[in-house]
């Protein structure tokens, strides 16, 4: 995170909010507070964090839910959707109107909206939903088509498939026990939705494996894929560290990034879904990392060692310094390269300037280039060794075309 | 009435003796969204090492009661980033900056003493001996006096003079006052106490420990009586040794319970986690606390529960809203 960024103006604050409402909606609850200063700073995506159990708590930990919507009424309001799974959350849906609670957002970075208009397609799973609808409004302000594709165990799980079916042009419904909609989970789904809404973007919300089956199915038709991840937060401002999931840098570089202030929403491709839950041999500060200058000098000295997957890191010497000759630079460098006519990604979560066009060329090239990391298998020699060759003449073509290829679309 | 709230750190003067506990405020920036990070004593970072470092497996939280385990096993970009980065950033905005130091070996510490004596700015160094979440598990540098004072020698010769260096201790030992005279020997200015206790959680659903690292740092209001305890018995056996305290401070009447037992500052650590501007709020309270019971002068306080009874309520003003009878009801 830069300074710029987190500097920003539109920075989270911590208030103190009234509880308006806590309501039951089937297996949730969803809960509106009064707080203006948190509304107005809000874009889709983002979350809150609430000190839960009163001044005298023995629960110490910030509950984190993202944001499902916020209203003009009473100043500014913030609605968010629990599940009661420990004490923590039982004492919220013992909340009442009036009630006053601790609260600090809007935390984490917003869904990246497209430039143009594109059809994109919304994924949720259980109450991770929630903060798809407000995503949906801005989609549809910038002419977007939106289709909804939302799963969970029972249909009393699904959360918003009401709404989902009266906002969206089209809405799947999935269930487990078929007891709403199709009978299933909803990347079962995916393949006929992509289809029949011609989706070029897709923003997913859910449980870990979901958006894991997800960004592999979307790989196979080249779509992007922003997902909000679910971790384990204590603090959700970033200086707890508890919430680090490995993530693909634009560096390409694997770092253990903070799921609060590097997140929620990633790439789906830049996130080591595999690896979640355990730290990458090569990741950042890992015992397999090593630092860039000493790799450099291996290189210079000719004395790369070929076939160790750490050479063949993309991105690690020449990602950042050439364009690559297969996708050309049509795209205009944006992140999600080679999509040019659709799903171009803007991130207005980011300050003016912050990342400038060097910053989303570096990006998009590098991020691609780590997208090829895992289809690629890790190729072995051939692999690294094109990449070497990129590293010498400070490009990584060779390593990037060699691994979209590997991937085999 | 305005308190003199000034509290020294070694030899240096602090506005306040309320500062940020290592590994809770990162170096700073987070809580610069919420609180004036000048305002505050000073910002303890995260322990900076010498090299990157990833940390450990998630899930790496896991909530107890009134307190938490961590076991983020020191992730952290390394002591060349920091000092690019969040030590100017933290100059930058006025900040005091105790730096945390944590390493493998006793020449790691040095270096990196010698690598933040070499950097303007340093405010003082915080050597954390006492870890519990790396390799050689409970196992640390400060489980033992020979290898703490190893460590605190080595960081002292290399770290420049004037810059205090203080020495992070674990509760988790028989005896605290060995190894804290143990690091005074070996040049402390002064000691940090306490570090988290090692802790363990079984999740009995899936029946397995819930923790990655299977064992992590138990922090919170769970541990402000063994800190308490620590930083009572330290004050006793070396009163003239400076205490940076910590352990579960939640409010400035935490605050003042461990300097009344002997701190000169106290650091503020977990309660962040659901309170980013705790600081500056305990700070606020910190003053009351000591407005209430007619206390003009923090240094006053500090260590004053080791004084007999007649001493204490020489201290107390005989006007103030709280006697030493109710302060016994407010516990």
Known sequence: ?409 | MAVDLRAKLGHIELPNPIMTASGCAGAGRELAQFIDVSKIGAIVTKSVMLNPRSGRPTPRMAETPSGMLNSIGLQGPGVDAFLQRDLPWLLSRGARAVVSIAGGTVAEYADLAGRLSDAAGVTAIEVNISCPNVEHRGQVFACNPDSSAAVIEAVRARARYDIPVFAKLSPDVTDIVTIAKACVSAGADGLSMINTLLGMVIDTDTMRPHLAGLTGGLSGPAIRPIAVRCIWQVREALPGVPIIGMGGVRTGRDALELILAGASMVSVGTTIFHDPSACSRILHELEEELIARGVDRLADVVGLAHQPPAVTARTLNPSSRVSPSARVRRI
């Open chain 1, 1 to 409: 995170m830069t300074h710029s960024e987190i500097d920003a103006q539109a920075g989270p604050v911590q208030v103190r909010g009234t509880v308006l409402t806590v309501r039951r909606v089937d297996a949730y609850y969803a809960m509106t507070l009064v707080a203006p200063a948190v509304a107005a700073r809000f874009k889709p995506g983002q979350f809150v964090t609430l000190a839960v159990g009163g001044p005298d708590t023995s629960m110490l930990l910030s509950r984190a839910f993202s944001i499902h919507d916020v209203r003009p009424d009473h100043g500014g309001t913030v609605e968010f959707v629990f599940a009661v799974n420990g004490r923590g959350t039982q004492w919220l849906a013992e909340r009442r109107a009036r009630d006053v609670l601790d609260v600090t957002g809007p935390l984490g970075k917003a869904f990246p909206l497209p430039r143009d208009p594109a059809n994109c397609l919304l994924i949720g799973g259980g109450y991770g939903s929630a903060p798809l609808f407000s995503l949906a409004g801005k989609l549809k302000e910038r002419h977007c088509q939106v289709d909804f594709l939302l799963g969970a165990g029972s249909g009393d799980r699904v959360f918003g498939a009401l709404t989902a079916r009266r906002t969206g042009r089209t809405a799947i419904i999935t269930t487990e026990d078929g007891s709403l909609g199709t009978r299933g989970v909803v990347t079962d789904m995916l393949d006929q939705a992509i289809h029949d809404g011609r989706t070029d973007v897709i923003y997913a919300c859910g449980p870990m494996p979901m958006l894991r089956q997800i960004t592999v199915l979307a790989r196979r038709y080249d779509i992007p894929v922003q997902a909000a991840v679910e971790e384990a937060m204590a603090c959700g401002i970033g200086v707890c560290m508890t919430c680090v999931l490995p993530v693909i840098g634009s560096d390409g570089i694997t770092r253990m990034s903070r799921a609060c202030v590097d997140g929620p929403v990633f790439r789906g491709e830049s996130v080591r879904w595999d690896e979640v839950g355990t730290i990458p041999f090569d990741a950042f500060g890992a015992p397999g990392w090593e630092p860039r200058s000493r790799r450099a000098a291996e290189l210079r000295n000719g004395h790369g060692r070929g076939g160790d997957i750490r050479v063949g890191s993309p991105g690690a010497g020449g990602a950042e310094l050439s364009g690559q000759p297969d996708r050309g630079r049509a795209d205009g460098g944006e992140p999600d390269g080679g999509h040019a006519d659709r799903g171009r990604l803007e991130s207005d979560d980011q300050p003016e300037g912050s990342r400038a066009a060097r910053g989303h060329a570096a990006r998009g090239r590098a991020e691609r280039a780590s997208a090829e990391r895992a289809g690629a298998e890790r190729a072995g020699a051939d692999r690294a060794g094109a990449d070497r060759a990129g590293a010498d003449r400070g490009g990584a073509a060779g390593g990037g075309a060699a691994g979209r290829h590997g991937h085999g679309r």
